[in-house]
């Protein structure tokens, strides 16, 4: 049943994969080929086991959303602490993203190659390793060591977002369950990190140490390795028992791993995957910027201590975390993707204004009001609009690893800018807020352009169809695939390749920016 399900929904032209080994009876399939064949005749995996996989895996992301929220929560300790400035403190943050932007291109094209599955356990590793030196870094009040240590540790971290989104690529098709599951991880995800940003200033009081703060992290490190354990069991029962999944309107085999690097497809993404990452550079480098400085903010403009602003900013981050399973679901069943990122960049647009120009105790308050559920929004939105851009999902870890590679480059740019701008004015907000404007701006207008051009063309408007639009289009959606690859390929390729050199520029833009901050001895 599953090879003839597979047989039916492939383009005109495409033989089966079961139809290449039958046209050659004399010649047994080698050993690789019976092992694919017999995996593809098991049953897929039922809805059940995903959930559990996907539970698990979160726990997983527990520990370091803990870890990312307690930095942030801290900013004005650390500065005191580690005796720092604020431009300091931007490229303490800029660190991570700097060795981050420059190894997340090769940690990309290996999970797609080795499988999400593999990457997890070596990224949660390193992410061990990292989260104890920055543990030590703050106990010896070193900031250079500590630097060292948050490299280390994002790096793990980031290797596990990576692969663990390549995973939900493999078990879920675009709108049937794909923006749901992830929705599901990232509001469990958004628990930890409300939990790591809320209590970091608490513990650090009634400890009378911050360094404890960045000890708690480590130990909630080996519940994470826990979880990396049981899901690995998990796992290797479930590849045992099931077989590959299947886009059901496309008919594509979704793969966890691929059998060689296939840099060419990296490469030449289409236009409409390069869109959704230009609206991803202005508004998720707002909300991760404005995230970074929240604490301090709500310090001066609510005139409260550090553990009051910390709970402030968590809720204005996190609070949002319900939201984001019901706009899973949403998205699965409904579409309309763009729209809601045209919503999503008001949102943060709105937010912003607020904090610059309505100044007050209630201004700020509303800001961080409207900022908590318009930031809900991005992740989901981005993720699952950068999986249904893609014409081939075997490359969906590279492609992920790309808007890292973007977001990672502009935050080190406007990291650094703001913090020169925040020493330059006394330590004020002043002039920083208007730079949170501008980029939120930026991201409204993107999305307006997208969606207009929704109306124009398929290769975008289908990110709006429904479930039922898109499973009753897969032969349409089959056909514009062939077409972007066959009749318009050398136009499509030449503009996918200046895209992609684009990101190198923006790449050198990071560089030069964060050697900047070194070179100017702000590393010191």
């Not at 993203?97 to 590793?125: E, K």
């Amino acid at each position: 049943m599953l090879a003839r399900r597979i047989t039916a929904h492939e383009p005109d032209g495409v033989k089966s994969n079961d139809a290449r080994i039958q046209v050659d009876p004399v010649s047994p399939p080698n050993a690789s080929s019976a092992e694919s064949l017999a995996r593809e005749n098991r049953p897929t995996a039922p809805l059940l086991w995903k959930i559990c996989a996907i539970l698990l895996v979160s726990c997983i992301r527990f520990g370091s959303s803990w870890s990312s929220g307690i930095t942030g929560a801290m900013k004005t300790t650390m500065k005191k602490e580690l005796h720092i400035n604020n431009t300091q403190y931007s490229l303490l943050e800029a660190a991570e993203d700097f060795m981050t932007m420059n190894l997340i291109l090769l940690s990309g094209p290996v999970t797609d190659r080795i499988g999400g599955a593999g990457a997890i356990v070596y990224g949660n590793v390193i992410y061990s390793i990292g989260s104890i030196l920055v543990a030590a870094a703050a106990q010896v009040r070193s900031f250079r060591f500590m630097i060292g240590g948050r490299v280390i540790l994002a790096l793990g971290d980031i290797a596990t977002q990576v692969a663990q989104y390549k995973m939900f690529s493999s078990w879920f098709p675009p709108n049937n369950g794909f923006a749901s599951m992830l929705a599901l991880e990232l509001a469990i995800s958004k628990i930890g990190g409300f939990a790591g940003k809320s209590s970091a200033n608490i513990i650090a009081k009634n400890t009378g140490d911050f360094a404890w703060v960045f000890w708690v992290a480590v130990f909630m490190n080996i519940f994470t390795n826990v979880a990396t354990v049981a899901f690995q069991y998990f796992n290797r029962v479930a590849e045992r028992k099931f077989g590959s999944n299947t886009d059901p309107a496309t008919g594509e085999k979704l793969t966890e791993k691929n059998k060689k690097f296939e840099l060419a497809k990296i490469i030449e993404l289409p236009w409409v995957f390069w869109g959704i990452l230009a609206f991803s550079l202005f508004q998720t480098s707002t909300a991760l910027v404005f995230s970074q400085n929240a604490t301090e903010l709500a310090e001066q403009r609510f005139d409260v201590d550090s553990i009051t602003a910390g709970w402030y900013t968590a809720l204005a981050q996190y609070a949002g975390f319900f939201i984001v399973p019901c706009l899973g679901m949403f998205i699965d069943v409904l579409g309309n993707r763009i729209s809601l990122m045209a919503f999503c960049g008001a949102g943060i647009f709105l937010s912003m204004a607020l904090v610059n120009w309505a100044t007050d105790t209630k201004g700020t308050a509303a800001a961080f009001g409207v900022y908590a559920v318009a930031a809900s929004f991005g992740p989901t939105l981005i993720i699952d609009g950068i999986r249904t851009s893609m014409w081939h999902q075997s490359v969906f870890g590279s492609a992920y690893a790309l808007k890292i590679v973007m977001n990672n480059a502009m935050n080190i740019i406007v990291r650094i800018g703001t913090g020169v701008l925040q020493d330059e004015d006394n330590n004020s907000y002043g002039r920083v807020v208007i730079v949170y404007v501008a980029l939120a701006a930026m991201s409204v207008v993107v999305a307006l352009i997208l969606l207009v051009m929704s109306y124009r063309t398929v290769d975008l408007g289908h990110l709006q169809w429904t479930r039922k639009q898109r499973n009753a289009n897969g032969e349409l959606w089959n056909e514009r695939k062939r077409m972007f690859q066959e009749e318009n390929g050398v136009r499509n390729k030449r503009i996918s390749r200046g895209c992609f050199a684009c990101l190198l520029v923006l790449m050198t833009g990071g560089w030069v920016a964060f050697f900047w901050g070194v070179a100017t001895g702000n590393n010191s």
